[in-house]
Structure formats: C-alpha cells, structure tokens
C-alpha cells in the first residue's frame, strides 16, 4: 500500500524549466501547491545512478531532506533502439555543458545515420519519485514509444520534443499543444499512476 500524500504543498525537485513547467500543469488541476527547488534555493545533486529510478529517487530524497517537506522529482530520458537506448539516463549530459538540445539531438541523428538500416524506433521514459522528508519514498515509471525524425519540428516543448512522434501521431512533440502532449506523455502516464497511488481524493 502507498503512502498517500496528506500535505497541500511539495518541492518540485528538478532545475530543468521544461519539466518544471509540464510537471505544474500536470498538479493544477489538484488542490497541492508546486514550489520549484530554485525557488527555495536547492542545490541539484549529481545524478549519479545508472536508472531513471535510481536518479529520480536520489534526487527526491535529498529536497525532501533540504527543504524539510515533501518532494517529487523526475527522471527522464530518450531511448532509441537503435542506440541500445542511448541517449537514456544520459539524456540531459548528450546536450553538454551549454544544454544545447540542437547538438543533442543532431547527435542522436548523426548517430542513427551511421548505422545502416537502423530502426526508427525509440521511446521516452519518465520515473516520478515522491520522497517525504522521514525518508519514504514511492516511484511510479511511465513510457510512450514512438519513432525519430529529421529534421527537427516544432517550437513547443523541450529537450528532445522536435524529433519524436509517438506511436499513431504525425506531429511531434515539439509541434504539439501541451494539452495533446499530456494526453500521451511518459510524464503524465507516470504521474496518472502517482494520482492514483498517492494523492487524497478532494
Ligand atoms: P534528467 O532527467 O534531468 O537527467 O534529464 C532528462 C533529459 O531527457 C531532459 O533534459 C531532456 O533532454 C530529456 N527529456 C525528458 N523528458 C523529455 C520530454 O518530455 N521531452 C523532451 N525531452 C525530454
């Protein structure tokens, strides 16, 4: 049985405004106020897992314990087939330094294109990890396959949006209204699985 989460307020444990945004919307409907670690003046631990799980967990524990109240971070990443689901855990790190997804994602192409007859295939991963300051901790993982495009499309989103379309879609997430992207996003399939699992019912 998971813990439920009985306070109105949690940290959300991530510095990347893509994910701090989408993760707000995906908490509006519900009666919880989302305080981003920046604001609160956290530092970012070092992500030094090799699973979606590991980091995610590593990272809500340790806002939860800085911050003294609960904290919900996210782990996620693109996997492609062909890559051995490379860029993975290592998603972010692809984009170097500067954070350029532009480079990242030209590598993940450049990539692709020397292995020939690679598959399209890949899909994006989410692990949201809810922690409480005692030290408990629930993880919840979500998935949406889809397929690699070149060029990029699309304006919206973030990351790695502009080059993937999900299975039975034609845009791409990066070309996507938010609403359309939650309705199909590893984010919000594992945060359906987080509502349900722990959020008090109003
Ligand atoms: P991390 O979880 O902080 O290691 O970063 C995950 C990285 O995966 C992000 O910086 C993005 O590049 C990528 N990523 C995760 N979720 C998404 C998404 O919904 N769209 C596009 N890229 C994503």
Redesign the pocket.
């Known amino acids: 049985m998971s813990r439920r989460l009985s306070e109105r307020r949690l940290i959300v444990a991530?510095h990347?405004a893509?994910?701090v945004r989408?993760i707000a919307e995906l908490i509006a409907p519900f009666r919880i106020e989302a305080i981003p670690a920046a604001s609160l003046g956290l530092d970012e631990p070092d992500?030094t897992e090799t699973t979606?799980k590991g980091?995610a967990l590593l990272k809500a524990h340790a806002a939860a314990k800085a911050g003294a109240m609960p904290a919900l971070a996210?782990?996620?990443?693109?996997c492609v087939d062909a890559l051995k689901g490379e860029p993975g855990?290592y998603?972010?790190?692809w984009?170097g330094p500067a954070k350029d997804?532009n480079l990242?994602m030209r590598l993940v192409h450049e990539r692709m294109l020397a292995i020939p007859g690679a598959p399209e295939t890949a899909r994006?991963v989410?692990v949201l990890a809810l922690a409480w300051p005692d030290g408990h901790a629930e993880a919840f993982e979500g998935e949406v396959s889809g397929r690699i495009i070149w060029p990029p499309r699309g304006e919206r989103?973030?990351?790695?949006?502009p080059i993937?379309v999900a299975d039975g879609h034609h845009l791409t997430?990066g070309e996507m209204e938010p609403e359309a992207?939650h309705a199909i996003?590893?984010?919000a399939r594992a945060f359906a699985k987080l509502i349900e699992a722990c959020f008090e019912r109003s």
């Open positions: 991530s990347n893509g994910k989408e992500e979606f980091n996210d782990d996620s990443g693109l855990v998603s972010a790190r984009a997804f990242a994006f989410c989103g973030f990351g790695y949006d993937f997430f992207k996003s590893h984010r």
